[in-house]
């Protein structure tokens, strides 16, 4: 018997080979991604990576999956750091701040803590942007400044787009709460999660669509082909149907919530696994899908971007890949360093006007490094 070794989560894992073949390609490893949770991790060389991070911190790991490529990771760092786009970029963040602050005005942990009357006034007041509105929006987030108000009528038809999103958004919203708190309550399903997830996206001009708009992908592990639909993809059409993301929703919110006492997140601080706010089934079956999405990256095979939507909690998820990952575990044959490393965010609460910001320049420069990809 011949041992070979690979590593994996920072050690190494012996592997034995008898015969010339693998015992990789016997791993017990179920064909639907769906069934997955986090202990194919280990299985597939995959490293979590310790701690949480900010979204823009996770998302600004995307170098890393352009490490191959040199000359194009170069070219895409200038444009998206350019003095050129800086100036009108921060205006449109501050825009987005302020629509996620002052035109969707609630700040609430869950969805059935919302008073419905609050929600319906909203989505009535964004139905129509009178001129008075639009006046006063453009001089908050221009901060006065003149000529960004007189001059920028790009920005200020995005005014109008994003209010139209925001009823949008609302809208989705409120059909769930009539839904949640009826007199005859009913619960609600991951789809709805998913559309609600997917119209606040859009808001940023985020490119998704999701189940059942989205076809079944597939890869192979030791000669077995695994089957996944994600939930929903960020996708461009126009670039052969390449992905930026793909998500995965749960209809359950995570079992953390800034609310608990220091003592349980102190419990959460101290336990193995450092992204506690993520449920182990939701890491696996959010791994299957990434991976399955992999070769159809905007980036090629060497990364790929998440998100993990539990109820109205985001985590924005970075995915790195060796150039021959794929083959990897299609054979068995790792190298003697980390085949890939994931990386996770805090949550976000799409619900909370913190969440909410703390997502915008994500969101918005997601939009423009696909532009750029």
Same mark, same amino acid.
């Given at each position: 018997?011949?041992?070979? $070794?690979?590593? !994996?989560?920072?050690?190494?894992?012996?592997?034995? !080979? *008898?015969?010339?073949?693998?015992?990789?390609?016997?791993?017990?490893?179920?064909?639907?991604? /769906?069934?997955?949770?986090?202990?194919?991790? /280990?299985?597939?060389?995959?490293?979590?990576?310790?701690?949480?991070?900010?979204?823009?911190?996770?998302?600004?790991?995307?170098?890393?999956?352009?490490?191959?490529?040199?000359?194009?990771?170069?070219?895409?760092?200038?444009?998206?750091?350019?003095?050129?786009?800086?100036?009108?970029?921060? #205006?449109? +963040?501050?825009?987005?701040?302020?629509?996620?602050?002052?035109?969707?005005?609630?700040?609430?942990?869950?969805?059935?803590?919302?008073?419905?009357?609050? #929600?319906?006034?909203?989505?009535? &007041? !964004?139905?129509?942007?009178?001129?008075? &509105?639009?006046?006063?929006?453009?001089?908050?987030?221009?901060?006065?400044?003149?000529? #960004?108000? /007189?001059?920028?009528?790009?920005?200020?038809?995005?005014?109008?787009?994003?209010?139209?999103?925001?009823?949008?958004?609302?809208?989705?919203?409120?059909?769930?709460?009539?839904?949640?708190?009826?007199?005859?309550?009913?619960?609600?399903?991951?789809?709805?999660?998913?559309?609600?997830?997917?119209?606040?996206?859009?808001? $940023?001009?985020?490119?998704?669509?999701?189940?059942?708009? +989205?076809?079944?992908?597939?890869?192979?592990?030791?000669?077995?082909?695994?089957?996944?639909?994600?939930?929903?993809?960020?996708?461009?059409?126009?670039?052969? @149907?390449? #992905?930026?993301?793909?998500?995965?929703?749960?209809?359950?919110? &995570?079992?953390? @919530? +800034?609310?608990?006492?220091?003592?349980?997140?102190?419990?959460?601080?101290?336990?193995?696994?450092?992204?506690?706010? +993520?449920?182990?089934?939701?890491?696996?079956?959010?791994?299957?899908?990434?991976?399955?999405?992999?070769?159809?990256?905007?980036?090629?095979?060497?990364?790929? $971007?998440?998100?993990?939507?539990?109820?109205?909690?985001?985590?924005? *998820?970075?995915?790195?890949?060796?150039?021959?990952?794929?083959?990897?575990?299609?054979?068995?044959? $790792?190298?003697?360093?980390? &085949?890939?490393?994931?990386?996770?965010?805090?949550?976000?609460?799409?619900?909370?006007?913190?969440?909410?910001?703390?997502?915008?320049? !994500?969101?918005?420069?997601?939009?423009?490094?696909?532009?750029?990809?």
């Amino acid at each position: 018997m011949q041992v070979t $070794f690979r590593r !994996t989560g920072g050690n190494l894992m012996k592997m034995s !080979t *008898v015969g010339g073949e693998n015992h990789f390609l016997n791993l017990q490893i179920s064909q639907e991604t /769906s069934d997955w949770n986090d202990q194919v991790f /280990s299985k597939l060389s995959v490293e979590m990576m310790p701690g949480v991070s900010t979204p823009y911190v996770v998302f600004s790991s995307f170098p890393d999956f352009l490490e191959n490529q040199r000359h194009r990771r170069s070219k895409i760092i200038a444009m998206m750091n350019g003095d050129e786009s800086l100036g009108e970029r921060k #205006v449109v +963040v501050d825009c987005y701040k302020y629509a996620m602050e002052h035109i969707i005005d609630i700040d609430y942990e869950y969805i059935d803590h919302i008073p419905v009357y609050r #929600v319906e006034k909203l989505y009535e &007041s !964004t139905k129509t942007l009178d001129k008075t &509105s639009m006046k006063n929006w453009i001089r908050h987030f221009a901060n006065n400044d003149l000529h #960004v108000m /007189s001059g920028s009528k790009r920005i200020k038809e995005r005014c109008k787009r994003v209010n139209q999103w925001v009823n949008d958004f609302l809208w989705q919203l409120l059909y769930m709460m009539n839904k949640k708190q009826s007199t005859d309550p009913e619960e609600l399903s991951e789809g709805m999660f998913q559309e609600l997830f997917l119209r606040f996206a859009k808001l $940023f001009e985020l490119k998704l669509v999701g189940t059942p708009n +989205v076809g079944r992908y597939s890869f192979d592990i030791g000669g077995k082909e695994i089957s996944s639909v994600p939930d929903a993809v960020v996708i461009d059409p126009g670039k052969q @149907n390449s #992905v930026l993301a793909a998500v995965k929703v749960s209809k359950c919110y &995570s079992k953390w @919530n +800034v609310l608990e006492t220091h003592t349980k997140l102190r419990k959460v601080s101290e336990s193995h696994d450092p992204v506690e706010h +993520v449920d182990c089934e939701l890491k696996g079956q959010h791994l299957g899908g990434m991976l399955s999405v992999l070769c159809d990256s905007l980036f090629g095979p060497t990364g790929i $971007f998440g998100f993990i939507v539990q109820a109205t909690e985001v985590t924005i *998820v970075a995915f790195a890949t060796s150039e021959n990952y794929l083959e990897c575990i299609k054979t068995g044959n $790792f190298p003697e360093r980390d &085949s890939a490393t994931v990386r996770y965010s805090e949550k976000c609460n799409i619900l909370t006007k913190k969440g909410r910001c703390e997502l915008v320049r !994500t969101f918005l420069d997601m939009v423009d490094l696909m532009e750029y990809l």
